[in-house]
């Protein structure tokens, strides 16, 4: 197993009692991270979505660790799930995006907010990637504000009929279906969500490739114009779309977090290879000190992401079990909120450590460190900039009467 990965579930093993399933999974985890290292590093090259990486996801069977064993799944603490997230980061963030979609913001979405018939239709489904989904929350004029969006539903014959624009979605163009939020025509102060076929008439898809990173990654914008969909496809109650929303972003935001635990970890295997094997003015550069100082800040990051990372896991689950408690979910928003903005900026400066180890060559996709620079930035944007999530935690700690938006 992985040398980091193995030191990471050791140390959550001090205060986490795994079960022989969770460890199980937890080594498959890292047999597919073995398995896809190749194909992700050859398709993001060539600035291509990796769909071999899922099907190898399916053959280790790792979308389903937090989902319900009714439905499939494992059913195991998020705790888990981060650790698993952590090791797929390593990777750089292509499939580790696919995951947080397909498990953290689509799965426990349906987990918690489904009919009966809904989880029992999509669960094992998405757990098997015999459907993939997509979470339709941003739009063009939507980012940081998902309050303000436009996106419409109005009533028709039973069902609902959706107009609108969502931008910047990963999965959005190879999705088989998609939880839409939108507002209600009839009163735009009601939002509500939606499973959306992305089959039905109406909707259109266009890959957007123009970015600066996460190539291996699916990003879209999906339009829907008079698009219908049965009333059995709402998610959650009328009127309850942001509560969805909402819940999804929590998970989504310590999927995040973990991811960049990864982005940490593959930039100290690599500087720790390279500062070994590279020799530079008659010594291998790790005898340089100023070069010792980048590994070091590297493992200090390492340590200040992994811990809030955890903690905000462990304050989900505590969440989960008592879900009526208002304290306990404001307290994992918060500990969420200081997990993915600690990990995120940490992320993004341990990869520029390690494109500083590698020198010329780290400025390049061919280097085992470029993809996790480019990538690594968008942390800092996706699921919570870090000013949103700088006034979120400034309003947790000072109170409600101290929210800089409403």
């Known amino acids: 197993m992985e040398r980091l990965f193995q030191k990471s579930i050791e140390e959550v093993g001090r205060f986490y009692r795994f079960s022989e399933e969770e460890l199980k999974a937890l080594e498959n985890v890292d047999k597919a991270a073995d398995e896809m290292a190749e194909g992700e590093f050859e398709h993001y090259l060539r600035h291509e979505v990796n769909l071999d990486a899922p099907k190898i996801a399916k053959k280790y069977g790792i979308l389903g660790i937090p989902i319900s064993k009714e439905y499939g799944g494992l059913g195991s ?11 797929l980061g390593q990777l750089g963030l292509g499939f580790s995006s696919f995951f947080n979609v397909q498990v953290f913001l689509c799965s426990l979405s349906i987990q918690k907010w489904g009919t009966d018939e809904q989880r029992g239709k999509y669960l094992n489904a998405a757990l098997n990637n015999n459907i993939v989904m997509a979470f339709g929350l941003t739009e063009p004029e939507a980012g940081s504000d998902p309050a303000s969006l436009k996106t419409s539903y109005s009533k028709k014959d039973g069902g609902f009929v959706i107009n609108g624009t969502k931008y910047l979605i990963t999965n959005g163009s190879i999705a088989d279906y998609i939880i839409v939020f939108a507002r209600s025509k009839d009163n735009p102060a009601e939002t509500s969500s939606f499973i959306v076929d992305a089959n039905s008439n109406g909707v259109s898809r266009m890959r957007l490739s123009e970015k600066v990173g996460l190539f291996t990654s699916d990003t879209g914008m999906i339009e829907f114009n008079d698009v219908e969909v049965p009333r059995e496809n709402m998610l959650g109650p009328v009127g309850k779309g942001m509560h969805v929303a909402y819940s999804g972003l929590l998970n989504g935001r310590i999927g995040v977090a973990s ?19 590279r020799v530079q003015h008659g010594k291998p550069i ?9 590994i070091a800040e590297i ?9 809030p990372t955890y903690m905000a896991a462990l304050q989900r689950a505590d969440y989960e079990k008592d879900p009526g408690n208002r304290a306990l979910i404001e307290e ?14 940490l992320a993004f400066e341990s990869a520029d450590h390690a494109v500083q180890v590698f020198g010329g060559f780290g400025y390049s996709l061919l280097s085992p460190v470029g993809a996790l620079f480019c990538d690594s930035r968008v942390t800092r944007i996706y699921e919570g900039t870090d000013e949103i999530l700088e006034l979120k935690i400034a309003s947790e700690v000072l109170g409600k009467d101290f929210e800089a938006y409403r």
Do not use: D, F, Y
């Open 77 to 87: 603490n998020h705790l888990v799930t981060v650790l698993a997230k952590e090791r």
């Open 259 to 277: 991811g960049c635990l990864g982005i940490i970890e593959g930039s100290l295997n690599a500087v720790m290879t390279r500062s070994r094997e």
């Open 286 to 294: 790790g005898k340089h000190q100023l070069v010792q100082r980048h």
């Open 299 to 307: 493992m200090q990051n390492l340590q200040m992401a992994r811990w």
């Open 332 to 345: 994992a928003e918060l500990r969420t909120a200081v997990a993915k903005r600690i990990a995120s900026r």
